[in-house]
Nanobody, 123 residues
Framework: QVQLVESGGGLVQAGGSLRLSCAAS????????MGWFRQAPGKEREFVAA????????NYADFVKARFTISRDNAKNTVYLQMNSLKPEDTAVYYC????????????????WGQGTQVTVSS
């Protein structure tokens, strides 16, 4: 039902910044929790950050807590991931995910996924 399209990935030098965007379809975007995950080659997909439907609650993985910020603009049906102080180990494909309600903030189980956007951080 929900279609997600990520953008904003690219090549950046260590210490630099990127802002990822995820555009979602549907008229009830504010009813969905949104999350960001990432996956590097040969590694499992890992949770990065999540935000509740109205933006009132966020949840972050420990390794990005001080560097990344998730936000959303419900008028634009878009969620963002601002990434600062990027490190080579942040290199991965970043995926946007969506789930109805707010339980996914804690369970980290999502129903809809985008195709991903590549982030490459050089040394």
């Amino acid at each position: 039902q929900v279609q997600l399209v990520e953008s904003g990935g690219g090549l950046v030098q260590a210490g630099g910044s990127l802002r990822l965007s995820c555009a979602a379809s549907g008229r009830t975007f504010s009813s969905y929790a949104m999350g960001w995950f990432r996956q590097a080659p040969g590694k499992e997909r890992e949770f990065v950050a999540a935000i509740s439907g109205n933006g009132g609650h966020t949840n972050y993985a420990d390794f990005v807590k001080a560097r990344f910020t998730i936000s959303r603009d419900n008028a634009k049906n878009t969620v963002y991931l601002q990434m600062n102080s990027l490190k080579p180990e942040d290199t991965a494909v970043y995926y946007c995910a969506s789930a109805y309600g707010n339980s996914a903030l804690w369970s980290r189980n999502y129903d809809y996924w985008g195709q991903g956007t590549q982030v490459t951080v050089s040394s």
